[in-house]
């Protein structure tokens, strides 16, 4: 559902980031990321060839639909950390406009430590997780 006054994607950003780096620690940051993973259900159903992100260790599923010049973002992924970091994705650009998401790219990953979300999977993954919302629109 869209919201009225929707805060912009550059002030939840910002209060991700906070959030992220008032974290002390990677342990800290990991259970962090396993909590929101673990309340997110993720999307079993999506566990398919064709809406799995390629080249990334972990496997990531997305399905992306565009109405109304607003996104619409489905996922899930085998990691319990990666379903807490794409659930940050998910409050950030659910219900964007394409410009929106644009303008705004996943800057809060540089907060995440790589001890606890490897770079491979932050560059394979999570980015190539970003780069296919335009695919659809």
Same mark, same amino acid.
């Given at each position: ?7 912009e994607?550059? *002030? ?12 002390? /620690? ?10 929101? $993973? %673990?309340?997110? &259900? #993720?999307?079993?159903? !999506?566990?398919?060839? /064709?809406?799995?992100?390629? #080249? ?5 599923w997305?399905? *992306?639909?565009?109405?109304? #010049?607003?996104?619409?973002?489905? @996922? /899930?992924? /085998?990691? *319990?950390?990666? %379903? #807490? *970091? ?8 659910e ?9 705004? &790219? &996943?800057?809060? !990953? ?7 979300? @490897?770079?491979e999977?932050?560059?394979? $993954?999570?980015r190539? @997780? ?8």
């Amino acid at each position: 559902m869209i919201q009225e006054k929707a805060e912009e994607i550059s *002030v939840v950003q910002a209060r991700w980031k906070a959030r992220l780096k008032r974290l002390e /620690d990677c342990f800290a940051q990991c259970s962090f990321l396993l909590s929101l $993973g %673990l309340s997110n &259900p #993720g999307n079993r159903e !999506l566990r398919r060839e /064709d809406y799995r992100i390629p #080249g990334c260790q972990t496997a990531i599923w997305q399905k *992306v639909n565009w109405e109304n #010049g607003r996104i619409s973002i489905r @996922y /899930d992924s /085998d990691s *319990v950390l990666v %379903l #807490g *970091v794409l659930s940050i994705f998910q409050e950030l650009y659910e219900e964007r406009e394409i410009r929106e998401i644009r303008e705004n &790219p &996943p800057e809060f !990953l540089e907060e995440i430590s790589e001890e606890v979300i @490897y770079r491979e999977i932050r560059e394979n $993954g999570l980015r190539r @997780y970003y780069e296919n919302l335009f695919r659809a629109s």
